[in-house]
């Protein structure tokens, strides 16, 4: 998705083969794997006590994966006509930004954190030092803030004291 922006903003107005060629890729390897967890766990994996959430916002990724990449391989092959109503497939930010939600998928990595005890107790360490970085960061921004504005008061001093040299 990031390298697939930088090229957005490099290029306007154009697309590039490859990042969408990778792209279709990963929908389809999405969906294969849905297909085979959805497969292997029958009705259960919509229902399922402790998955269901994560599974249904799977197939939702999915689902809008499949349809992002539907829309744009009819508009390259012509397939949409001019008085339908999407006005370009890429301006479909709405899809671009569910996109995104494919990232939420990485969380549920953290479900396997139980099993290493070490990475475990470093990332609740670093999660409970968090309240005391947002302080730290508080009043480090007060100090920039207080000597920011000294610093401003003395230069303005010093040009309006007709007294001292020009800069």
């Known amino acids: 998705i990031g390298i697939e922006v930088e090229h957005g903003v490099a ?3 154009t697309s590039s083969e490859a990042l969408l060629i990778v792209r279709n890729i990963y929908v389809f390897l ?3 794997e849905l297909l085979l967890r959805i497969f ?3 009705k259960s994996f919509f229902c399922e006590e402790d998955e269901w959430a994560w599974n249904w916002l799977d197939l939702f990724i999915v ?5 992002e990449s539907g829309l744009e391989m009819a508009a390259q092959l012509g397939a949409l006509s001019d008085g339908f109503a999407l006005t370009g497939v890429t301006g479909l930010k709405v899809i671009r930004i569910i996109r995104i939600t494919r990232l939420v998928k990485i969380t549920r990595l953290a479900r396997l954190m ?3 005890r070490a990475l475990r107790t470093l990332t609740q360490s670093i ?3 968090l309240k005391s970085l947002v302080w ?6 007060l100090i920039i803030y207080v000597f920011g504005v000294l610093f401003t008061q003395a230069v303005n001093d010093y040009l309006n004291d007709s007294s001292n040299p020009p800069l």
């Open 63 to 67: 689902l809008n994966s499949l349809w």
């Open 30 to 32: 999405f969906t294969v």
């Open 11 to 13: 290029y306007p107005n």
């Open 40 to 42: 292997a766990f029958g």
């Open 127 to 129: 999660f409970y030092t």
């Open 114 to 116: 139980r099993f290493v």
């Open 136 to 141: 730290a960061l508080v009043l480090l921004a």
